[in-house]
């Protein structure tokens, strides 16, 4: 780089040398594969057949408990060959719901659907994915394993009833109602990580009750064509949308508001083809977190999260508007974020990679355009090798060909946070078009080939 350049950066407080780029990866590849991913995201469609919730027992009061009337309702939709659920106006409490194939669970303006904040009524235990760790837990509050052609539409509310007194205190921490005494989730948590280390068949880690491992809110695992559309989703014990090993996934106009511990707005976790778009995310975690298995648990399955687009989105609280990681140890590539709105002082970051040498993963061809944001709490553009264990671990991550372009930011402490290993560097990030104010400082350390085209911070342009 040349010496003019360094200073230029140095004088907002670039930490360590940058190291310009041998080679550029075309960037023509990535935007140009986007129509044919779409093409291949189409959502499910169903018989034109009502099964009313009513019919099947449900008394939306708030009081009765309507768990029994789901599946009812569910189990003759499906026999019938498919359908809509339909959850009218009301307040229904239920315990887990489990969805089969061909089933629209529709809940239609003014329903809301309750969810038991009673941990027994998610037993029996069922094959789940926690923290990117298989095992035997807690039923989610919305479930499906192995089915096609599910969907969760309407314009109602689904309550997951968490609170300072309920699910979030397991988390251990006081600001979430936890008080010494209380019981929580480390113990349970570490079991999990030893035995999935130890190569115990999942189906033989079995937790659930005395583990203190909330369940998710929404999990969907391995499925095809699933839609989830229109509802509002908040107060949920842990990550809200959460797919696993899903295949043609549209998660279209939802909103998430929910600021619970861990409360993640949307995780893909080694899923492919899959389209976030028109949602808002209001979270107590990451808004869009892409995943794909943690640690010998994430490489035993070595499936990759990929192709998926995230468009439209407006990302308000939460510590990464555009996640990737940090249960990331089967890879992720092709992810693709456009024209999606962030700002917030409890906003954190815009485009976010956690990972380390513990998780692994190779994570390369990631894409976001005509981004606008705010304001964030740290870095616009974050990528770190440190995350959580940090440098403990044999399985160096492979961070590559990251392209950002037409990216407004207003006001950050960085504008780049980015930190890799000596012997594994960062590897191929371009900014194109992109302008940074309010800027107080940036960290660089150990990027191998980071290019900059007209890109502008605190006013100063920053070319080669």
Known sequence: M??????????IGAGSLLVWPQHVFAGAEGWALVPDILARIRPPVFPQRDFLLTRYGGVGN????ATEAFRRAIEACHRAGGGRVVVPRGTFLTGPVRLASNVNLHLDEGAVVRFKPDPSAYLPVVFTRWEGVEVMNYAPLIYAFGQENIAITGGGVLDGQADEAH?????????????????HQDEGR??????????????QRILGEGAYLRPNFIQFYRCRNVLIEGVTIINSPMWEIHPVLCENVTVRSVTVRSHGPNNDGCNPESCRYVLIEDCLFDTGDDCIAIKSGRNADGRRLSVPSEYIVIRNCNMRD???????????????????????????????RALRIKTNSVRGGIIEHIYMRDVEVGQVAEAVVHVNFYYEEGDAGRFDPIVRHIEVRNLTSRQSPYALYLRGYARAPIRDVRLIDCTFDGVEKNLTEYVDGLYFQNVRINGKRIDP
């Open 2 to 11: 040349p010496r003019r350049r360094f200073l230029e950066l140095a004088a």
């Open 62 to 65: 708030g009081r009765t408990d």
């Open 167 to 183: 699910w979030w205190p397991w988390k251990g921490r006081k600001e979430y109602g936890w008080r010494e005494g209380m019981p």
């Open 190 to 203: 570490r079991r999990l990580f030893d035995m999935a280390e130890a190569g115990i068949p999942p189906e």
């Open 318 to 348: 939460g510590h990464g508007g555009v996640v990737i990681g940090s249960e990331i140890s089967g890879g992720a590539r092709y992810i693709f974020a456009e024209r999606c709105a962030m700002s917030s002082p409890n906003l954190d």
